[in-house]
Nanobody, 119 residues
Framework: VQLQASGGGLVQAGASLRLSCVAS????????MGWFRQAPGKEREIVAA??????NTNYADSVKGRFTISRDSAGVYLQMNSLKPEDTAVYYC???????????????WGQGTQVTVSS
């Protein structure tokens, strides 16, 4: 599975962005998918994940109520509303499996897309 992320950019606080991650190659529909982010000097952290069945989702506490993850046969998406400067990071899409976080094991990573939120 190859994952191609896009949609990052530079926005002001309070704005919205939508990240997309298109999957190609072997089918991604058997994998849970989601997004991680890594800010400068910090460890990579999970942002949101969605199960292959679409039944289960998982969000970091810091983004609950602001971010929404979705997926279709083409890939996975992250709608980010009410962005804050602390959301600034490189965002990576991923496909994997596991519990309880749905992406405890990562099988495939996409390249990152930069999100910068100015105050």
């Amino acid at each position: 599975v190859q994952l191609q992320a896009s949609g990052g950019g530079l926005v002001q606080a309070g704005a919205s962005l939508r990240l997309s991650c298109v999957a190609s190659g072997r089918t991604s529909r058997n994998y849970n998918m989601g997004w991680f982010r890594q800010a400068p000097g910090k460890e990579r952290e999970i942002v949101a994940a969605i199960s292959w069945s679409l039944v289960n989702t998982n969000y970091a506490d810091s983004v609950k109520g602001r971010f929404t993850i979705s997926r279709d046969s083409a890939g996975v998406y992250l709608q980010m509303n009410s962005l804050k400067p602390e959301d600034t990071a490189v965002y990576y899409c991923a496909a994997g499996s596991g519990a309880p976080y749905l992406l405890d094991t990562i099988n495939y990573w996409g390249q990152g897309t930069q999100v910068t939120v100015s105050s």
